[in-house]
């Protein structure tokens, strides 16, 4: 892996922690596959993950205000 990687993250609906499933693609490789364990541990992170992600959950905030 070198970093420029494409990460997709299945398994992660309803902002529960448990168990998804990535697939992470090289540049030019086969993708490899993988289980991950997730932890949500405030209900911050678990907003964070119902907006898409932190820079997301930002940006609706500031548009909002």
Known sequence: MTGHEVF????????EAGEAQVTATPDGAQPIRFTAR??????????????????????????AA
């Open 8 to 15: 997709d993250v299945e398994g992660l609906q309803g902002g």
């Open 38 to 63: 997730v932890r949500l541990d405030t209900p911050r992170e678990r907003e964070y993950l119902r907006h898409g992600g932190i820079l997301r959950f930002v940006l609706r905030r500031l548009l």
